[in-house]
């Protein structure tokens, strides 16, 4: 069906643009070809007028014409009559107006009784049309004088009108065939232009082409990311508020001044997700590449502001980690559920009474103090889950006195500080928990952060079975772990992540007693 459309689309583009350079070609063709036939004529008319005058004065000028006798007049205008062919008759009389020459043998020598020229107010020759033996005619009537200025005659150059309307329609022919040829060559060039313009279209009406160009235009500007064209020469074609705001205003039909985005946009390939500034902006831009006919025209840029990104990231981790603190305290509300479920059928209700009150201070209690004292919400959600599972483990989790983090005091990743406070407690929980352990002590795990002004310190200390010191060298390897294969990253992530934000990691521990893990970020208080 969209098929169809668009192929009934390009029938009516052709039809539209067909008909409209026909109206155009024919408006033309008509107007330059009657302009041009009209123009010929006159000056055809003018040049022939011109060229009679000059012969008919030739001829009157001429020594033969005033000192020769008749036999030597006559065969030199029959000679100069077969040499012009536009030249259909000629004539000369005398004063007495007796023909002495005239192109019809026959007729020399008999009284001229047509039109007598009039060269009054000095005209020696003029040309007026006049009917003659022959026809209709155009003449060209030329005085002839002797050497003293007396009026001897005249001579009369004539071209019948029959023979010049013939060559008018001769005339007319060739620009009637001009005309012709103009309009088929103007067909040709109106169907080639019109199939260009329907691909250029692509097989769209105009105005449903200039609908889509507005709501596409509507579209790139509400987008809060940044979008911008370039062509080869990476001049911006394109910009859109976003990309604007980012790169400056005014910048479309400019070069793009950014050294960095131009690299990215230099190279082929689609590729996303390339970090990098823009000024004192953090980016992230995505590159794609405009080919036509397999060659690179230019390309596309689309720029992300990294800072919201991290923002928005850090905000979906918090509720991602909210989500599996919502599920570990549904697992422990669970299990305390069987535990008032028991005490209620061996019918022992005050029992059952003290262990609800007990249960909901404590654990209003966890959460208050852990809302308190965190006000990141991804790392008190991951927290406050993590009481939920040391309780399943049957772990004392303690916040320690103290405790306080303020996200303003330093930044740092949200993504980060949960990966690392997440893997800390873990191992801690593995080390009382472990399979095969014979660790049977009291199962407490002390958890610490504490923030100011440039500064984070983050602790935590498990009384599991300790790290035995041949091992703490090794601990923060990629690959090496106590608990069989497959394992060992987790501490070593952990150390990756803290030293690239410029912090450092330690650890102190004494077997059977427990082990101590520090991670510090910022300056230490002098």
């Not at 077969?82 to 004539?91: A, G, H, K, P």
Request: one cysteine or more.
């Amino acid at each position: 069906m969209k098929k169809e459309n668009q192929r009934n689309s390009l029938k009516n583009i052709t039809k539209r643009m067909f008909r409209t350079q026909m109206v155009l070609i024919l408006t033309l063709a008509i107007f330059l070809g009657a302009a041009g036939i009209f123009l010929n004529i006159y000056f055809e008319q003018q040049k022939r007028d011109h060229n009679l005058i000059n012969i008919a004065e030739a001829i009157a000028q001429s020594p033969i014409t005033l000192q020769g006798g008749d036999p030597v007049l006559e065969e030199y205008l029959d000679s100069l009559k077969e040499s012009l062919q536009d030249i259909d008759v000629i004539s000369v009389v005398n004063a007495d107006s007796t023909r002495r020459y005239h192109s019809n043998h026959d007729l020399i020598g008999s009284v001229y009784d047509g039109t007598k020229p009039d060269f009054s107010n000095n005209n020696k020759s003029y040309t007026a049309n006049d009917k003659g033996p022959s026809g209709t005619q155009r003449r060209a009537y030329a005085a002839i004088y002797d050497g003293e200025g007396n009026y001897q005659g005249f001579v009369i150059a004539v071209m019948l009108m029959s023979n010049i309307r013939e060559q008018t329609l001769q005339t007319m022919l060739v620009f009637l065939l001009i005309t012709l040829a103009a309009i088929f060559i103007e067909i040709l060039i109106s169907v080639e232009m019109s199939a260009k313009i329907k691909k250029s279209l692509l097989g769209y009406e105009p105005d449903v082409f200039t609908a889509m160009y507005q709501v596409r235009d509507n579209i790139l500007e509400s987008l809060n990311e940044g979008v911008l064209a370039v062509d080869a020469q990476m001049t911006v074609q394109f910009a859109n508020k976003a990309a604007q705001s980012i790169l400056g205003e005014g910048i479309v039909g400019k070069p793009l001044s950014n050294g960095w985005l131009v690299d990215v946009l230099n190279e082929d390939g689609k590729e996303f997700n390339i970090h990098g500034n823009i000024g004192k902006l953090d980016v992230l831009a995505d590159r794609i590449p405009l080919l036509e006919d397999h060659a690179r025209v230019g390309a596309v840029g689309i720029l992300h502001n990294r800072t919201e990104y991290t923002k928005l990231m850090e905000d979906l981790s918090g509720t991602r980690y909210l989500v599996d603190s919502m599920r570990a305290n549904n697992h422990d509300f669970t299990n305390k559920l069987h535990v008032i479920l028991g005490l209620i059928q061996m019918e022992m209700y005050q029992e059952a009474t003290d262990y609800i009150e007990n249960i909901t201070i404590v654990q209003r209690a966890t959460i208050s103090s852990i809302m308190n004292a965190v006000d990141e919400p991804a790392v008190a959600a991951l927290l406050i889950g993590k009481t939920a599972r040391a309780a399943e483990l049957n772990v004392k989790f303690t916040l320690r006195e103290g405790c306080s983090y303020c996200a303003g005091d330093m930044h740092l990743p949200v993504e980060t500080l949960v990966t690392v406070i997440g893997n800390l407690i873990e191992n801690a929980f593995e080390s009382m928990n472990s399979k095969g352990s014979t660790y049977d002590g009291k199962k407490e795990l002390i958890f610490g952060i504490f923030s100011r002004p440039g500064a984070v310190l983050i602790t935590v200390q498990d009384t599991g079975e300790g790290i035995k010191a041949e091992n703490r060298e090794q601990i923060f390897e990629n690959g090496f772990s106590t608990k069989g294969e497959g394992r060992g990253t987790g501490l070593y992530q952990v150390k990756t992540m803290v030293e690239a934000l410029g912090g450092t990691i330690s650890v102190e521990s004494q077997e059977g007693v427990g082990a101590s893990f520090s991670v510090k970020f910022g300056k230490e208080r002098s």
